[in-house]
Nanobody
Framework: QVQLVESGGGLVQAGGSLRLSCVAS????????MRWYRQAPGKQRELVAA???????TYADSVTGRFTISRENAKNTVYLQMNSLKPNDTAVYYC??????????????WGQGTQVTVSS
């Protein structure tokens, strides 16, 4: 079984910072891509950032320059450093990953989510 477990959410004032972490565990052969999504109340889930095993990154326009995604391949861990937080960053943040359980078999997995609340 494969699990993704997020941590690091919480309540912060506007302009503050938070660092989210997500650890993948279980029967893992490799993790080609790890992502962070978020979903605000009443809105669709949106991609925030993604990173490949080779550390190529992509960001949503709304977070470019404020958020940084990184990963430690040896620890099967992805991070999201969030700076200059705004009230409209408030959402549940979800970790997502494409995980190969063998050389020729893989699946997409989701974490349970962690709440980030930014007060004005």
């Amino acid at each position: 079984q494969v699990q993704l477990v997020e941590s690091g959410g919480g309540l912060v004032q506007a302009g503050g910072s938070l660092r989210l972490s997500c650890v993948a565990s279980g029967n893992i052969y490799s993790i080609p891509v790890m992502r962070w999504y978020r979903q605000a109340p009443g809105k669709q889930r949106e991609l925030v950032a993604a990173i490949t095993s080779g550390s190529s990154t992509t960001y949503a326009d709304s977070v470019t320059g404020r958020f940084t995604i990184s990963r430690e391949n040896a620890k099967n861990t992805v991070y999201l450093q969030m700076n200059s937080l705004k009230p409209n960053d408030t959402a549940v943040y979800y970790c997502n990953a494409d995980i190969r359980v063998s050389a020729d078999n893989g699946f997409n997995y989701w974490g349970q989510g962690t709440q980030v609340t930014v007060s004005s």
